[in-house]
């Protein structure tokens, strides 16, 4: 059996495959939460077994997240409900209803996990999900909905072996949630994550995300995200596209190795508090994630006009004001608007101002840098 260490003796996914567990488990339920993540250094294009062609860092957020319970029984305690032993069993639900639609999703999760996990056979369970954010509102809810699931899937896992490490409940539980949805490694533990072997970040990893172990400049403690919905309906073209598209991408290299320079500009911009360097940088890995949409083949856009004008009135109201305030995107329409905490009632009243208009029905969430999973039950 894999003795659970710390991270640095942690160097391939064979390191997360225990057959031996020394506690039986008959029944039980856990509940977790966990956040939505934004890149600020986006990673596109993957590898196989969702390992990413660059590494990435986010800021995790707070109010934005995935709440999950998951009830299990031991599949022998009730024979007469399961009785195919060799699928995976459980009910998935939405909000408190059925939801037939999800059940897929989570069949494929299970199928990928098996091997690293191989007590889910063993149970029936029940999966019961919901969102503080409107599951229709463009948001990624596949990040923080693998990430809840995947510390859950964990908990199970340290009942089964009590002696399991800290370090290796979340690496693990990170290593799971990849397999789910790649970005949802890094909702699981910190405020900010990198995800991705990088030469100048300690323990970085293609198979888990890792909090960035640098100190935080505290222009950066508290950090404002307020999320403009300019468009909630369902992307034309799926992130999963989106990401298979970089195999023969002529600017792929190139952005790889881009990537690379600016998780090394952006590792000192956090420690020195440098405002103006981020905000170059931040936006400009925006606009090139949708360069690289736009000229790959087929190529797309998932841009709408009412994030062009978002995009011009900041650039308008920054260079007006002095406020630092600036914009990233996700494989979306919709605008993060990123500034510090010292500056929120300034930009607030710029956003209800000027900007509520350009988003669809007037939506918007705010939210801010928040620390990652959070424990609701352990029972």
Known sequence: MFSSSNSHELVSEKDFIVKEYPTSVEKGTFHWSAPSNIALVKYWGKKENQIPANPSISFTLNNCKT??????????????????????????????????????????????????????????????????????????????????????????????????????????????ARLGSGSACRSIKGNIVVWGKHANINASSDWFGVEFSSKIHDVFKNYQDTILLVDKGEKQVSSTVGHDLMHNHPFAEQRFAQAHHNLSAIKTILETGDLDHFIKLVESEALTLHAMMMTSQPYFILMKPNTLEIINKIWKFRNETNIPICFTLDAGANVHVLYPENDRVSVLQFITTELVGYCQNGNYICDTIGNGSQLIIDN
């Open 67 to 176: 709440i999950t319970k998951l009830t299990f029984i031991k599949r022998s305690i009730s024979t007469a409900l399961y009785v195919n032993s060799s699928d995976f069993s459980f009910d998935l639900l939405f909000e408190g209803k059925p939801k037939e639609d999800f059940k897929p999703k989570i069949q494929k999760f299970f199928e990928r996990i098996e091997m690293y996990c191989p007590y889910l056979k063993d149970y029936h369970f029940t999966i019961d999900t919901e969102n503080t954010f409107p599951h229709s509102s463009g948001i990624a809810s596949s990040a923080s909905g693998m990430a809840a699931l995947s510390m859950n899937i964990m908990s199970l896992e340290k009942a089964l072996n009590p002696t399991m490490t800290d370090d290796f409940f979340f690496q693990k539980a990170s290593f799971l």
